[in-house]
């Protein structure tokens, strides 16, 4: 019988070697240096913030007037009111600037008069500004619980109306502008009104509004 021969091994030397690429030593620097700049641009967006962060404006309504009141078929409430906002910058260094602003009248939720676009506004840091909108002039269809409810309430005098504000909004500090943000600004009154009476009406209680920015 023939004598099998051991093969021999391969030395390990001979076999090819496997090596891991290490990364460049400009790729580790431009990586440590992106990293470094993420970290000074969060800091320095931190502390602007932190300075000047904008607190948001604040409303209040120190007048109002009824000019008409009529209720037709099927059923339509056609009015013309005038509110007297007055709006306040609280931020000592950041201003407000109002690009789109818009204004109605509503009564137990639902709008009664079309919504009024109202000029662009800018405010000043620390100022007060006030408008006077007319909100009104068309016919809106309601609900008849809305009609049964406002001649219920002009019958004892005093009637629960919501002045709402709606527009959009930028935050300016120094050379620093924000983007867009939406206002939505709800104020509710109680004012005095009889039926048939036009005119200035007495705002009953301090009218409170709320800002949602």
């Known amino acids: 019988m023939a004598k099998e021969h051991p093969q021999e091994e391969t030395?390990?030397?001979?076999?090819?070697?496997?090596?891991?690429?290490?990364?460049?030593?400009?790729?580790?620097?431009?990586?440590?240096?992106?990293?470094?700049?993420?970290?000074?641009?969060?800091?320095?967006?931190l502390t602007l913030w932190l300075v000047y962060r904008p607190h948001k404006p604040q409303f209040t309504i120190v007048g109002a007037a009824v000019y008409s009141l009529n209720v037709t078929s099927p059923p339509l409430i056609s009015t013309t009111m005038q509110f007297t906002l007055v709006t306040r910058n609280p931020?000592?260094?950041?201003?407000?600037?109002?690009?789109?602003?818009?204004?109605?009248?509503?009564?137990?939720?639902?709008?009664?008069?079309?919504?009024?676009?109202?000029?662009?506004?800018?405010?000043?840091?620390?100022?007060?500004?006030?408008?006077?909108?007319?909100?009104?002039?068309?016919?809106?269809?309601?609900?008849?619980?809305?009609?049964?409810?406002?001649?219920?309430?002009?019958?004892y005098g005093v009637v629960a109306l919501r002045v709402v504000v709606t527009g959009r909004l930028r935050w300016k500090a120094g050379a620093i502008r924000t983007g867009h943000y939406g206002i939505y600004v709800k104020c509710d009154v109680l004012v005095g009104l009889k039926k048939g009476f036009v005119g200035q009406v007495p705002l009953l209680g301090n009218p409170a509004c709320k800002v949602d920015i």
């Open 91 to 155: 931020n000592r260094r950041v201003s407000i600037y109002y690009d789109r602003l818009s204004a109605f009248v509503a009564y137990k939720n639902q709008a009664i008069t079309p919504q009024v676009t109202l000029p662009p506004l800018v405010h000043e840091h620390r100022s007060t500004v006030a408008v006077s909108p007319v909100l009104g002039g068309g016919e809106v269809p309601v609900a008849v619980e809305v009609v049964n409810g406002l001649m219920m309430d002009e019958v």
């Open 11 to 45: 030395p390990d030397h001979h076999l090819p070697k496997m090596t891991k690429d290490k990364p460049s030593v400009p790729y580790r620097a431009l990586c440590t240096c992106f990293s470094i700049f993420l970290l000074l641009a969060g800091v320095t967006a």
